[in-house]
């Protein structure tokens, strides 16, 4: 790639996330849900509330978090996130305390929500609520039926996709607005046009996907009794690597978006916003990414149990990386620790030499942490299960990339990319990078 496309987002090896702002994103129903997705890595987090019949955030917990949420936050703006489990499990009653503590704090500054959902306990009360106080909701919807109803189903392992549509279509009548997020897991990488198609018939504007990756029980989730795990045939080594049925491979997951992308360049840019793209153009614009596994380093997204426990991250909500409880006070000291610092650090101290050499860095900054459990081709371990694909990717999207940043910077709007795109190749050039007249 060219050299001017490996601008580093320099991040201060003092600057702790209580210096940058951070999020605290609240699981007020704890791993409770009312699906049995085949995926969710979450489900079994129950095993760490042993003591617990039901997962409710209590009122003490809500008010807590919520004053001091707010004051530790520097700048004029703080953002509640909300998710589960299934957080709409709670009712609307809860979210209204929600509101009215938030009013109740807020010291002038500007609050807003979001809430992630399954979307079937939705309903006309539930809508109107969310529309009336703004709530962007990321609903969870990974595609048509043959994709979504493989692993998304309820307790009684009933299909669900037509429900959720139900919903979605509902918020969209009363104006929510709606964001989907999408898993990308072995079923849906091999229907990658079948899926973005289909978001668009249903007026989906905003959609983000998620790979599903999951490995073989570690010794954290040991610790919590979880009771996944590899064919006992495998050697511990290979079972340190060894990954779920539902997980998508790592070349699965590149060429998902490659095919995604190339229609989206010639047809959606400006109209249909995917979140992975848009991502990727911040980095070659060298804006920093809006989403933490892309960040050079982390530890700024943290955790709220529905029982005041608050972890590192929530892909890391074992006994470890237990940072203290709300009630006890000190969120700041938590924050602020030597412990969530040196978490944090770990995503770019941590990066083996071979990632430090790639020419893909500036983009994918060696991923999500809990995604390193791959060997590099020269043998160095903590490798990003998702290299290959990841590569695959960056590297098919470089040339367009490359001339939607040359747009911005001749201030001509980027949609003009697609009459490029949808011409003809010629000379060996792909269209994606044809010249386009102002």
Not at 239 to 267: A, C, D, H, M, R
Request: charged share 20%; with cysteine.
């Amino acid at each position: 790639m060219a050299d001017n496309q490996k601008t580093d987002q320099k991040t201060s090896s003092h600057d702790g996330p209580l210096a940058q702002g951070f999020h605290l994103m609240a699981k007020p129903a704890g791993p409770s849900c009312n699906l049995r997705c085949g995926y969710c890595f979450y489900r079994e987090k129950k095993a760490f509330f042993p003591e617990n019949k039901s997962f409710r955030m209590s009122d003490e917990v809500l008010e807590t978090y919520t004053k001091e949420y707010i004051e530790s936050q520097p700048g004029p703006a703080v953002v509640f996130d909300w998710q589960g489990g299934e957080p709409t499990m709670l009712g609307v009653d809860f979210f209204q305390r929600a509101l009215d503590l938030q009013k109740k704090y807020s010291q002038g500054k500007q609050i807003s929500n979001t809430l992630q959902t399954n979307g079937t306990l939705l309903d006309e009360a539930w809508c109107a609520f969310l529309s009336r106080n703004n709530f962007l909701v990321g609903l969870s919807l990974d595609g048509p039926e043959v994709v979504h109803d493989a692993f998304r189903v309820d307790k009684e392992g009933r299909p669900t996709c037509t429900k959720v549509l139900d919903k979605l279509r509902m918020m969209q009548r009363y104006g929510v607005e709606v964001n989907v997020l999408a898993t990308v897991n072995s079923q849906s990488a091999t229907h990658p046009l079948e899926v973005y198609r289909f978001f668009k018939e249903h007026g989906v504007r905003f959609i983000q996907f998620i790979p599903v990756v999951e490995r073989e029980t570690d010794s954290g989730a040991e610790q919590l009794g979880m009771s996944m795990a590899a064919p006992p045939s495998l050697t511990d080594e290979e079972k340190s690597t060894y990954v779920t049925p539902w997980s998508v491979e790592p070349t699965q997951y590149g060429e998902f978006l490659i095919q995604v992308f190339n229609e989206w360049i010639k047809k959606d840019v400006g109209h249909i916003f995917v979140m992975n793209f848009e991502w990727t153009l911040a980095a070659w614009a060298g804006v920093a990414p809006g989403v933490c596994y892309l960040s050079p380093r982390c530890g700024r997204n943290l955790i709220l149990e529905h029982n005041g426990d608050i972890f590192s991250c929530d892909h890391f909500m074992y006994p470890a990386f237990r940072l203290g409880n709300i009630l006890e006070g000190g969120l700041r000291d938590m924050v602020q620790s030597k412990e969530q610092i040196a978490f944090g650090a770990s995503k770019e101290t941590a990066l083996p030499g071979y990632c430090r050499g790639c020419d893909c860095l500036f983009a994918c900054r060696g991923g999500c942490p809990k995604q390193r459990f791959a060997t590099s081709p020269d043998g160095e371990s903590g490798l990003n299960y998702l290299c290959e694909g990841f590569k695959k990717f960056y590297n098919s999207v470089h040339p367009a990339m490359t001339r939607m940043v040359e747009l911005i910077y001749r201030g001509i709007p980027v949609q003009k990319i697609m009459a490029a795109a949808d011409q003809p190749e010629t000379s060996g050039k792909t269209s994606a990078v044809g010249e386009i007249s102002t």
